[in-house]
C-alpha cells in the first residue's frame, strides 16, 4: 500500500501486489462494515450498489425486514449509471471515488489506514503471467486472520456446480480476446451516431445501455460478459467487489488514454462540462447530497475525487500497437455518417455461426468506400434478448460463414459481448426495448478486402462466431446490420 | 470530397449528402400551424359546439354542422396536433432520417409523420364526441363541465405507472428497413406506434384543452412541457400532475 502523495491516494495495480497486501485485507474489511449497514442507509454496500442498478426481482438479499428507502429517495439516487453515452466514464469515476471515500472511511474507523487506495485490475498487464485469473484474495472464504472474507463473498459466473470451479482456479472466463485495447486508439472522444469515439455518443442522461464507445465496448462490457453472476447485471454488479476493481481499471485507461496522444482530449462542449448538460447526484461519504458534473471530474487529483493511479503508461507503445490493432497515426474521425448498406432481414444469433449479407445500396459510393479519406463502420443494430453473457466474435468477408474456415469466417472485426442486452430490451427501460447497439470501425477490413481483390460491394458477409455459450439456447436477435461511411 | 464521390458514382452531389437534421423543416410546420391557429377566423375548440343543452344529441351534431362549430372544433384539434407534432416528434424523426438512405429520406419522414398523424387525427373523434354529448345535455355549461372532469383526469393520469412506462416507449429507437415496401412499412408503423404511445400519454390534457378553448400560448406551452417531459424518460408524477393541473387551470379561467 503506497502512501499518499500530497494528500491524494494512489491506486494500485492488483495483479502486482504481494500476496495478501493490507490493501486486500482493509478492502475486505471496509467491505463487510459497509454491507452490515441496512439497505436504506446511503453509506451501506447495497445502497450504493443499487445507485448502479436495482431491480427487487434480481435483489440476492431479499428479506422481509428490508425497508427499502423511500419511492423519492429510490427515483432520485438508484438506477443511475451511465451507459451508451459520453457520461460513461465521469459518472463511474465519480461514483468509484465517493465509494472508496465511504470505504477509507469505514477503514479508519477500524483501525486501519488512512492512505488506502482502491486496487485496479489491470487484466491486460503482459507483464505478469495470467493477469486475468481472479486472485485468491478473492476466492479465499477467510482473511489471514480466519474471519470471513467479504472479497470472495459474490456470485460469479453461471456455473451450477457449488463450489463453481473458479473459486480454485481463479478462472472466472476472461479472455485474452475480452481484454484488448485497441480502444485506446481510438478519437475523439465522442462520435456522431453511427461511428465510434474512444468515451460514447453524446446523450442527455442515459441509463440504460445503448451504443456504446470503444473503452465500453471492450474491456469494460466484455468482462462484464466473461465474468457474468452478479457482475453480468447491471442490477447486480455493484454488490461485487471485484466490479470496484474492474471499473478502476476503466477509469485508469481514460488517464492513459488522454495522457498517450496531446490530440486524445476530453469533449469541450458546455452540455458535457456542465450542469448546462446534465448533472448528477451522489451521497458523499458524511451522508451528505452532492451534485457534480463532467467538468468537476476531470482530475483526479482535485479535492473531490483525491486518487492518483501508480502506472498510467502507455501499454501500446512501440511493438505494443500492431498487437493490439491500433493504428501509428490515429484516422481523422468523420463528423458526419451516411447510411451505405444495410441487411434485409434480421439475423438470430445461436450456439453456433450465424451469418447475415449486407449489400450496399446502389448508390453508395463503393469504389471509395475504405479509401485514406473515409471511414467505414460496421452498425450492429438493436440487439434484443436477455442473455447478458453470451460474446460473439464478428467477422466481415465477401464470402459467407459456410464457405469460410470454421473458427476463422473472414476478417476479424472484433468482440460483442451482449452485456446490457437484457437491461435495453426491457420495455420500461428508458428507450423501451430499443436494445443494443454496437459499432465496429472496418475501415481496415474494407482495404484489405480491396487490396486481395474478392470486394464485392453486393455481398459482404457478417459471421457470429460465438465466444462464450450459455447453457440454454440464446434469444438474441439483431434487429439490422449496417454500414455507415463519413 | 462530396463532388469527387459523386462524380465517381455519376451522380450530383445533393443526392449523397447528409441531411439528417429535420429542424429547419419541422419549425416551418409548427409556426405555420401556429400562424394558423393565432389568425384564422375560427371559433376555437368545442366550446362552441352547441347553442343551447337540453337537446338530443342527434340534433346537436345537426346544429354544429350547421353553424360550422364541428368543423372548426376538428380544425382546432388538428391544429393543437400541428403545432405540438414538431417538439414530440423531433427525436423518433431524426431516428427514422439517420437510418435512411439520403435517396429515401423523404419519403421515410412522409410516410413516419403520416403514420404519427394519422393517429392523432383519429384519437381527435373521442373528445369531440364526448364534447358533443356534453353540449346536448347541458350546452355551453355542459361542455365546460366535461373540460373540468378532463383537466382532473389528467392530473390524475399523471400519477398512472402506466402512463410513466409510455413516456419512455416514445423515446425507442427500432430497428428500420432500408429499402422497399418494408421500408415504408417500418416508417408507418414507427409513426403509428409513437402516435399510439403520444396519445396515452398526452391524450387527456389535449383534450382537455381542446374542449376548453385557448390560443397558440397555452398549446405551445403544453408541447414544450411534454417536450421536456420526455426528455430525460419522464419527471417525476407529481411535477407532470402540477403541470397538468395548471395548464389546465389556465385553459379553464381563459
Redesign the interface.
Known amino acids: 500500500m503506497k502512501p499518499l502523495v500530497g494528500g491524494v491516494r494512489v491506486r494500485e495495480n492488483m495483479v502486482k501486489l504481494p500476496a495478501w497486501d493490507p490493501t486486500f485485507v482493509w478492502y475486505a474489511k471496509g467491505v463487510a462494515a459497509m454491507r452490515a449497514r441496512a439497505l436504506k442507509d446511503p453509506l451501506s454496500w447495497r445502497f450504493q450498489a443499487a445507485i448502479h442498478g436495482y431491480a427487487k426481482a434480481e435483489d440476492p438479499f431479499p428479506h422481509p425486514a428490508n425497508a427499502l428507502p423511500t419511492a423519492a429517495i429510490r ?1 432520485r439516487f438508484w438506477n443511475q449509471c451511465q451507459h451508451g453515452s459520453w457520461f460513461f466514464l465521469p459518472w463511474h469515476r465519480a461514483y468509484l471515488a465517493f465509494l472508496e471515500h465511504m470505504l477509507v472511511d469505514e477503514i479508519v474507523a477500524l483501525g486501519g489506514p488512512n492512505q488506502w487506495a482502491l486496487p485496479y485490475w489491470n487484466y491486460s498487464d503482459t507483464s505478469v503471467a495470467n493477469p486475468r485469473l481472479l486472485r485468491k484474495e478473492f476466492r479465499d472464504a477467510k482473511l489471514p486472520d480466519g474471519t470471513p472474507n467479504a472479497l470472495a463473498q459474490a456470485v460469479r459466473t453461471d456455473s451450477p456446480a457449488n463450489p463453481p470451479p473458479w473459486v480454485a482456479t481463479g478462472d472466472v472466463g476472461v479472455t485474452p480476446a475480452d481484454v484488448g485495447l485497441a480502444a485506446l486508439g481510438f478519437s475523439p472522444f465522442t462520435s456522431p ?2 461511428a465510434l469515439g474512444f468515451g460514447g455518443p453524446k446523450t ?2 442515459h ?1 440504460p445501455p445503448g451504443v456504446s464507445g470503444a473503452v465500453e465496448q471492450l474491456p469494460h462490457n466484455s468482462v462484464h460478459s466473461a465474468v457474468s453472476g452478479w457482475m453480468g447485471s447491471f442490477n447486480t454488479a455493484g454488490l461485487d467487489p471485484v466490479f470496484w476493481c474492474h471499473h478502476a481499471n476503466i477509469d485508469r485507461l481514460w488517464v492513459v488514454w488522454r495522457k498517450r496522444n496531446p490530440a486524445f482530449v476530453d469533449p469541450t462542449d458546455p452540455k458535457w462540462l456542465s450542469a448546462a448538460g446534465v448533472s448528477f447526484e451522489l451521497y458523499d461519504k458524511g451522508g451528505a447530497i452532492r451534485s457534480f458534473t463532467s467538468k468537476d471530474v476531470v482530475d483526479t487529483k482535485a479535492p473531490l475525487l483525491g486518487y492518483m493511479y501508480d502506472d498510467v503508461s502507455d501499454p501500446l507503445a512501440g511493438a505494443g500497437l500492431a498487437d493490439a490493432g491500433v493504428a501509428a497515426v490515429p484516422p481523422q474521425a468523420p463528423e ?4 451505405a ?2 441487411s ?1 432481414q ?1 439475423v438470430t444469433l445461436s450456439r453456433g455461426v450465424a451469418s447475415a449479407r449486407v449489400a450496399l ?1 446502389p ?3 463503393a ?2 468506400l475504405g479509401g485514406d ?1 473515409q471511414r467505414v463502420y460496421l452498425n450492429i ?2 440487439i434484443v434478448g436477455t442473455d447478458n453473457a453470451a460474446t460473439y466474435k464478428v467477422y466481415v468477408d465477401a464470402t459467407p460463414a459456410a464457405a469460410a474456415a470454421a473458427d476463422e469466417p473472414g476478417r476479424y472485426a472484433g468482440l460483442l459481448p451482449m452485456f446490457g442486452v437484457k437491461e435495453a430490451s426491457d ?8 436494445g443494443l447497439t454496437h459499432v465496429f470501425d472496418i475501415t481496415d477490413i474494407v482495404g484489405q478486402l480491396k487490396q486481395a481483390g474478392v470486394w464485392d460491394a453486393k455481398n459482404l458477409h457478417v459471421n457470429f462466431v460465438p465466444l462464450r455459450k450459455s447453457e440454454g439456447q440464446p434469444d438474441l436477435k439483431v ?2 446490420i ?1 454500414l455507415y461511411y463519413g | 470530397m462530396w463532388t469527387r464521390l459523386c462524380a465517381e458514382a455519376g451522380l450530383a452531389a445533393d443526392d449523397l449528402r447528409p441531411r439528417s437534421s429535420p429542424e429547419w423543416a419541422l419549425a416551418v410546420f409548427g409556426l405555420t400551424a401556429i400562424a394558423l391557429m393565432a389568425t384564422a377566423p375560427m371559433d376555437l375548440g368545442m366550446m362552441r359546439l352547441c347553442a343551447g343543452g337540453g337537446v338530443a344529441l342527434a340534433a346537436s351534431v345537426r346544429a354544429s354542422l350547421a353553424t360550422g362549430a364541428l368543423a372548426n372544433a376538428g380544425g382546432h384539434w388538428a391544429l393543437m396536433t400541428a403545432v405540438m407534432a414538431p417538439l414530440l416528434a423531433i427525436q423518433p424523426l431524426r431516428h427514422v432520417l439517420f437510418r435512411s438512405y439520403a435517396w429515401r429520406r423523404g419519403r421515410a419522414a412522409a410516410a413516419f409523420i403520416a403514420g404519427y398523424l394519422l393517429v392523432w387525427l383519429a384519437a381527435g373523434i373521442v373528445p369531440l364526441a364526448a364534447a358533443l354529448a356534453a353540449a346536448a345535455v347541458g350546452g355551453d355549461t355542459g361542455v365546460r363541465a366535461l373540460g373540468l372532469g378532463l383537466v382532473a383526469a389528467a392530473t390524475l393520469w399523471a400519477f398512472a405507472p402506466a402512463r410513466h412506462r409510455a413516456v419512455r416507449r416514445c423515446r425507442r429507437t427500432p430497428a428500420l428497413a432500408a429499402t422497399g415496401p418494408r421500408a415504408d412499412r417500418d416508417c408507418l408503423a414507427f409513426g403509428m406506434g409513437q402516435g399510439l404511445e403520444c396519445v396515452f400519454v398526452c391524450g387527456p390534457l389535449m383534450a382537455a384543452l381542446a374542449t376548453l378553448s385557448h390560443g397558440p400560448i397555452l398549446t405551445i406551452a403544453t408541447g414544450l412541457w411534454l417536450w421536456l417531459e420526455r426528455g430525460r424518460g419522464g419527471a417525476a408524477a407529481i411535477a407532470s400532475a402540477l403541470a397538468a393541473a395548471t395548464l389546465g387551470s389556465v385553459a379553464l379561467l381563459a
Open positions: 427515483n451516431p453511427g442527455g442522461f441509463h458526419t455518417v451516411s447510411l448498406g444495410a434485409d434480421p445500396a448508390m453508395a459510393p469504389a471509395a479519406e443494430e438493436n420495455p420500461d427501460a428508458q428507450h423501451g426495448a430499443s434487429g439490422r449496417s
